[in-house]
């Protein structure tokens, strides 16, 4: 949830893509359409938000290929999104990468505020003509992750959809699963207890780390566990060993404070790239991705 400077980030990315493409390297890039797209997200609760993203659409000879929306940390876009859009590409796998606040020195008050851009950039994908409507999944990281957690609630997705589009897939990571299980248990002041007693009925997957600083280890499968049984078939979690929050950054290694750490106390989180555990959490979500689309 830390806030970095931008260039900081960009360059963290760039060198990242560096390293896996490497200089003079045929790669899937050179077989994707990359567009710089700006949009208003005509949702029900705010036809007016002006959404702005890279829409890249690999060229697999089909007239219309899934998508993924990508939802970065509150740090704003950086290379941990770019490591998933390149395999997802690879894959045959549309991707839009949003930002959701730019030009903001704080983030929101509630995630309220940018679900228009969620559920906007959904409804914008639906109606493009190369992205299957019927196809459209979603991933976020940390802050991205509680979006993408939430938008999986039926009561969220009717509030913003108005019941035009939702999501076919859902992985969330590290979306600091204390917070949903407040919800929950109705301890929330801006979404009710009511928010996951139904889904959407898309299949939800939770990525994260053991130690991970705003949990605990079994958070979030405690989180699963507590959902009503019907939405409980649709949610699955997977915990990595040893994996700090951020786990696959690249290049990540360092701490910082949050109010809302270590369950709500507050105090240090600390993040350290795992590259096992990113290389198996990218692997999983192309696979997750791909079985649900119908995509091999």
């Not at 605990?216 to 009503?228: E, G, M, N, S, Y």
Request: proline share 5%; charged share 25%; with cysteine.
């Amino acid at each position: 949830m830390h806030v970095r400077s931008r260039y900081d980030l960009l360059l963290t990315a760039s060198a990242f893509l560096a390293c896996i493409v490497g200089p003079g390297t045929t790669s899937a890039q050179d077989k994707i359409t990359r567009d710089q797209v700006s949009f208003r997200a005509a949702t029900a609760l705010d036809p007016g938000a002006e959404v702005k993203g890279e829409l890249r659409i690999p060229e697999t000879g089909r007239d219309r290929v899934p998508a993924v929306l990508v939802l970065h940390t509150a740090a704003g876009i950086d290379a941990t999104g770019a490591s998933y859009i390149e395999v997802l590409n690879r894959a045959g796998v549309a991707t839009l990468e949003i930002e959701m606040f730019p030009n903001r020195a704080s983030l929101p008050k509630t995630t309220r505020v940018v679900m228009p851009h969620t559920f906007g950039s959904l409804l914008y994908l639906a109606s493009h003509p190369r992205i299957d409507p019927q196809r459209i999944g979603v991933i976020g990281f940390s802050y991205g992750g509680i979006l993408s957690l939430r938008a999986a609630s039926d009561e969220v997705a009717r509030e913003y959809a108005g019941g035009k589009a939702k999501f076919a897939a859902h992985i969330a990571l590290y979306p600091v699963c204390w917070i949903h299980s407040a919800i929950l248990a109705g301890k929330n002041k801006v979404y009710g207890a009511e928010t996951y007693r139904r889904v959407t009925g898309a299949p939800v997957h939770i990525l994260t780390g053991e130690w991970d600083d705003y949990d605990d280890a079994d958070t979030c499968p405690k989180f699963v566990a507590a959902l009503p049984e019907e939405a409980r078939g649709r949610v699955g979690a997977t915990v990595y060993p040893r994996a700090y929050h951020a786990f696959d950054q690249p290049g990540a290694d360092g701490q910082y404070d949050d109010i809302i750490a270590h369950k709500g106390a507050g105090g240090r989180v600390r993040r350290l790239e795992h590259p096992e555990a990113a290389k198996k959490a990218r692997r999983f979500t192309v696979e997750f991705f791909q079985t649900h689309f119908g995509v091999k």
